[in-house]
């Protein structure tokens, strides 16, 4: 059985695994390992020949105390690749915060709008026509702040509460808006704006989200993986916790999961899916 992705139709019958391609010079993990259309392209094959089933393409670092960039320096960074990866077949996500790198990347072709600022801009707002009429995808996550500030001293009275209850919120505005349920995804927004402890309590809690609404979840070598490694220096020294977190996001009910490590992720989670 498969589900609409986009222009795609998926395995609905397991966890889809989203390739991060990050276009960057400053993320926090894999910062300027692409340098341009060409290595993206090497890059992009080489997620889909390790079993990405989507590729998430993004142009602006979003990391604690990360440097904003300007939409026409991220158009820069990511449009070019776009075009160029349009032959692979492979369903595109784009994740950016920005309306005109968004309303761009529509006409040439992407299956998912990745809005780490939940799609509330004014500007985001305006484009859900125009998102809804292409049939694309949307995923909003939710976010306690900016990237410049999210991580000073995060607090909530109740995170569950707030998080999921943002995260509905959003879905239901988007379907009084024209998308149908199936072409929203939400994001908890791991280490967006929450402690150690928030996280936690928001994964534990997952089960009660995903059962009524597809999630997608980022932890990918994530602050959160190395404390509690008790390593919390190296972002490429978490690649077992990440694989950790994969599985267990996947068995509390995550529909996406977003990682750096594709092959080593499509391996563990096709082990875990056949001893259950």
Known sequence: MTKSFGRYQLDAGRPWVMGILNLTPDSFSDGGLIGGVDQAVVRAEALRQQGADILDIGGESTRPGARAVSPEEEARRVLPVL?????LRLPLSLDSRRP??????LDIGIDMVNDVTGLRDPGMR???PSIQQTGSTVCVMHMQGDPQTMQQSPCYDDVVAEVFGFLRSRQQDLIDNGFDAYQVFLDPGFGF??????N????????????????????????MIGALLGRPTDPHDRLAGSLAAALYAAQQGARIVRVHDVQETVDALRVWRGLR
Do not use: D, E, F, I
């Not at 075009?83 to 032959?87: E, I, N, R, V």
């Not at 704006?193 to 928030?198: D, E, I, M, S, V």
């Open 193 to 198: 704006g929450k402690t150690l402890a928030h």
């Open 126 to 128: 305006a484009l859900l």
């Open 83 to 87: 075009k160029a990866l349009q032959y």
């Open 100 to 105: 005109a790198v968004v309303a761009a990347a």
């Open 200 to 223: 936690q309590a928001l994964m534990h809690a997952l089960p009660s989200l995903a059962h009524h609404h597809q999630v997608l979840v980022g932890l990918s070598r994530k602050s």
